[in-house]
């Protein structure tokens, strides 16, 4: 079965660059979300996209911004990177229309950034 | 804020049980996931509680207790392969579906 495609894998930028990461949800998924997980830590909300329209917003930073495609894939933009920035992000994707249960968040591999 | 507490850190032999606990504020709650997530790896789906009561799947149970704000997951006949870090999350309510993550609870299976 599909699942949840993030690139790259693995970015490494030094501070005050800027960086993209992409996320291809599963194949009629309406909802992508987006986490940050530091070293040691729980992963971390930082927003979400439903059919293409920005529905939450966690604790990201004015840095960063993210948008979601008229093909449902979702960017996260990052800029005037630091340090404390160098994390794991996870791009989830679930289907919220319908009658599934509980509409189960579908994890990407995600993407390591390291910030020097 | 919506503290959601796990252990830090469990120890278990293979083949035994172990139960990892949970507890959440109950306010908004809107169900509860426990995901498994190895070093390094995404979080994967282990199981869903919205309803009072236990879900079984498998080795795996989990249980839910709303008035209580408590979540406990079971793990039967443990094997090598299940440490790894547990992670509670709860969707709260609203238009979101966004989950809040516990700290996690990172187990140990020796032999």
């Known amino acids: 079965a599909a699942g949840v495609i993030q690139s790259p894998r693995h970015l490494i930028k030094e501070k005050r660059e800027t960086a993209t990461l992409k996320c291809y949800p599963i194949?009629?998924?309406?909802?992508v979300y987006w986490y940050q997980q530091g070293p040691g830590q729980d992963p971390q909300f930082l927003i979400s996209f439903y059919e293409k329209m920005q529905s939450d917003k966690g604790s990201i930073p004015d840095r960063f911004s993210a948008q979601q495609f008229s093909d449902y894939h979702s960017e996260l933009n990052m800029s005037s990177l630091e340090l404390g920035d160098s994390a794991l992000y996870f791009c989830?994707?679930?289907?919220?229309?319908?009658?599934?249960?509980?509409?189960?968040?579908?994890f990407g591999p995600g993407t390591r950034l390291t910030v020097l | 804020g919506q503290n959601i507490d796990q252990p830090t850190e469990m120890t278990a032999t293979e083949g035994a049980i172990v139960q990892i606990n949970c507890t959440y504020q109950t306010s908004g709650f809107n169900g509860l996931f426990w995901y498994q997530q190895h070093a390094g790896e995404a979080p994967t789906f282990l199981s869903y509680?919205?309803?009072?009561g236990l879900e079984e799947k498998g080795r795996f149970s989990s249980f839910l207790s709303r008035s209580k704000g408590y979540s406990y997951l079971l793990l039967k006949e443990l094997q090598m392969k299940d440490s790894a870090s547990y992670l509670c999350?709860?969707?709260?309510?609203?238009?979101?579906?966004?989950?809040?993550f516990g700290t996690g609870t990172l187990l140990a299976v020796q032999p």
């Open positions: 999350a709860v969707k709260y309510g609203g238009a979101t579906n966004k989950l809040i």
């Open positions: 509680n919205v309803l009072d």
């Open positions: 194949p009629r998924h309406d909802t």
């Open positions: 989830a994707s679930s289907s919220n229309s319908g009658t599934r249960r509980y509409n189960e968040q579908f």
